[in-house]
């Protein structure tokens, strides 16, 4: 057996479970022997090993014997200093990390596609983010990446910043190599902070998009739940910094995460660690080739496209696969009918449908190629679904209030044209192309009224700006 | 079917389950096709409902349909506005509701036998609080309740508190009616949270302790996975308050859950409220009826016995039993004797073994019974374990410094003598007996360094405290 096909965790768990103790603990299934009839087939199983802190089995929060190593293999695989083990998903890791290297007041920058959870940390932290617009891409649709210029442009203007916090890849898969921001940030001794949920399987190496962690990043954050055999709410941190402190980190961890912490979900860190530290070139080569198979059959239907970007920084990930509507159903509209074959997709937008591969072959290759194929046959192929056309032009850089200060502050409503220079009591995001146009503190410019304008006069629907039917935005009294 | 035994939420899991879907989602394991070797037969069949939010299965942080159902049935039996189901343990829900209720700078009155998630989650939003020396129970040798006498000079001293945050029962399931104390509090308009994590089976009735709930209070935590048939990181958040925001609460809920919550966590709770609410009057007498027998065979045990509060106030728990030991050896001590025989317990303390009955009947109660008295054999009577006096004299409520306020201020040692008004940097727990002495934040007094010197000279071993040795405490410079 080599080194990365041990499961420390798991084989404890086992080898517990398969002691045939007597439970006078915690949780109180008792392995699985009380339960409901109804659904105890579906968990009994795994029950065997949904434990608590016994002698032998260690302790999260303070670990020193199965769990520590089960974190050292999952370290040594990924190529960090440190990884821990996180039961309450990438939310808990953002946050946590977010904690571990802001402070009230402090300002931030924040790529301004992220995940809500690290606009919740910076919020509860009372920071003071400074945002940056990703660039559109004008092929796939949707927010990619932050520009080095971009951040190069920011980090000048602030160069005290406590963090760069990034978001790479982005949900569609598009990932750029971090390595020249990263190094950038480092010689203004700013700390780089990356949520890279939808990248867990990037160790990989190519066809894989290069991870953050070999561009040098100091904390980041991957979803193992996403995209590997992991379940759900399992997710690494892995920490490799010079610049921030490992203990905060830990502690901010026990914070945010339950000190009854799941060992089903431990131990399937530890699993899907050894999975993907066990694939082969050649597992990896024959999943790329059918991925390539599976786009070439979904060329085939007319009404849809395989759509991808030719931005050259960018490289998607070979998983994730966007397919776009060519007719005149929006891409919810294909959903709907690709759900009553039983093809169940990740999610769709107003243009777009995405796929998520599984990190395998699909046993069933012919039939679930059959089922979409079937599952489309009716929707004419119609070329006016490029007749909506997409706008995105925000400053590149732009300032929000300290969450800090904003705390208890009255708000009132104006009016769009009135608003420049106020700021943002709520967030606004329009539906196409879902990317916020406002976060709550954010001061508004005339680039935004602009733009909300344009987007409302073109139909778009918008999260958020429940005044906005009257032309009226809320902001902050200050 | 009586409404109680539909499990909504775990129904539309199966169903979507049978329909033979293809996953072009997360997570990565697919149904659980996608797995390693080593685990895979534990993992999955419950890996098939483990899914995220598709048509159908609903979204725990914007419920609409199985999950509300769900949510709603719980609140149905438990007898509340609203249950909202946590996926993070009641850590998360500790944090939601003190966030809820809390702002930095406020007093918050707390009982001091707390668990850590409530001071962290005070910690966080930068309250000031109040402590409430519990009562200290002298047969069992724990800290116990707050009394009603400690609570009214509290809250008559600090009437502007922003909240009452108790703990109802404590680990070894000692519990009190807390009605008269939620009275109070609300005459006053301070809502009342109450962690009772050791008490979701409460709501079963007599001969188990009053629910919180039935009490008054406003904001109940349980741990359904403590003493239900849950998974671990299940609990319940039961909102019931004319006086907390309902809405802050939830928007807190979603800041400290995964945006992913793992489904066969949320599953579980919808079974696991079906089962307690379909226990029958007889099942709860023969439950009974077997602790009282199993409590009669430890009590034949030389070596250990069993012990109860004699507290007129107190109503125990069934399904906490605590043993005492009468012999030279420790509670640590025998709880290896038990492991060795396959028999796992809660947890040990210096005097005492903590055992959780299941809330069903054993299957094997005569083999776990033989191996009870077969692991302790060896073991002498021994009285002398009584000599280690405790003693556990703090005043009734002490002070603490801003938690707000402590953020970035330099520390210093200084000698134990000389600490009296100073703010303690470090938190203090003696082992025996277990409870905090100090917390940080807390204005030290002349009987803080009495009960700390008379403990360090009876042989306590503390946690935190690492200059004791020396005969200082590190403090905050202010």
New interface residues.
């Given amino acids: 057996m080599n080194r990365q096909q041990r499961?420390p965790l798991?084989t404890a768990l086992?080898h517990h479970s398969l002691?045939?103790?007597?439970?006078?603990?915690?949780?109180?299934?008792?392995y699985g022997?009380?339960?409901?009839d109804?659904?105890e087939?579906?968990?009994?199983?795994?029950?065997?090993?949904?434990?608590?802190e016994?002698?032998g089995l260690d302790d999260l929060h303070q670990p020193e014997s199965v769990i520590a190593e089960a974190q050292m293999l999952a370290a040594e695989f990924f190529g960090v200093e440190k990884t821990f083990f996180l039961?309450?998903?990438?939310?808990?890791g953002n946050?946590a990390m977010i904690f571990a290297v802001c402070?009230e007041n402090r300002k931030v920058i924040v790529q301004r596609n992220c995940?809500?959870?690290i606009i919740?940390g910076l919020q509860?932290v009372g920071a003071e983010p400074i945002f940056i617009s990703p660039q559109f891409d004008g092929n796939v649709r949707v927010a990619s990446y932050v520009s080095y210029d971009a951040v190069k442009e920011t980090i000048e203007r602030y160069p005290d910043a406590a963090a760069l916090v990034l978001t790479n890849p982005n949900y569609y898969g598009m990932a750029v190599d971090l390595t020249e921001i990263v190094k950038l940030a480092h010689s203004y001794g700013i700390p780089v902070l990356v949520d890279e949920a939808h990248g867990?399987?990037f160790a990989l190496g190519a066809p894989f998009p290069k991870t953050a962690v070999a561009c040098g990043a100091d904390l980041v954050v991957q979803?193992?739940?996403?995209?590997?055999?992991?379940?759900?709410?399992g997710s690494y941190l892995h920490f490799n910094s010079q610049l921030v402190d490992e203990e905060k980190v830990k502690y901010f961890l026990?914070?945010?995460?339950?000190?009854?912490?799941?060992?089903?979900?431990m131990?399937?860190l530890d699993?899907?660690r050894?999975?993907l530290a066990n694939l082969s070139r050649e597992d990896i080569n024959k999943i790329s080739e059918e991925i390539a198979n599976f786009k070439g059959l979904l060329q085939e239907i007319e009404c849809i496209t395989v759509a991808e970007s030719t931005d050259p920084v960018v490289t998607t990930d070979l998983l994730k696969?966007t397919v776009q509507t060519r007719s005149a159903l929006s891409g919810y509209q294909l959903q709907?009918l690709l759900?009553k074959e039983?093809?169940?997709?990740?999610?769709a937008d107003p243009f777009n449908l995405l796929?998520?591969?599984?990190?395998?072959l699909l046993?069933?290759f012919a039939e679930?190629s059959k089922?979409i194929k079937y599952a489309l046959r009716g929707v004419q192929y119609d070329p006016s679904y490029m007749n909506i056309s997409l706008s995105y032009a925000l400053p590149p850089v732009s300032q929000s209030y300290s969450y800090k200060k904003l705390?208890?502050l009255p708000k009132k409503a104006v009016s769009l044209e009135n608003a420049e220079g106020l700021v943002a009591a709520e967030m606004l995001i329009p539906y196409p192309p879902g990317i916020p146009i406002l976060f709550i503190g954010e001061i508004i410019t005339k680039e935004h009224i602009e733009l909300i304008t344009y987007l409302k006069n073109s139909g778009s629907r918008f999260q958020g700006g429940k005044l906005l039917t009257f032309h009226q935005l809320e902001v902050f009294e200050i």
């Fill in positions: 499961t798991y086992k002691s045939n103790p007597v439970s006078f603990h915690v949780p109180g299934h008792k022997t009380v339960f409901t109804t659904g087939e579906d968990y009994k199983r795994l029950l065997h090993i949904d434990v608590t016994l002698s039961v309450n998903g990438s939310t808990s946050l402070e995940h809500k959870s919740n509860l867990a399987h979803s193992a739940h996403k995209t590997l055999p992991a379940m759900t709410m026990q914070v945010f995460q339950s000190s009854s912490p799941s060992y089903p979900i131990a399937s699993l899907a050894s999975y696969i709907s759900e039983g093809i169940f997709i990740e999610l796929f998520v591969y599984p990190l395998a046993k069933n679930v089922k705390k208890n």
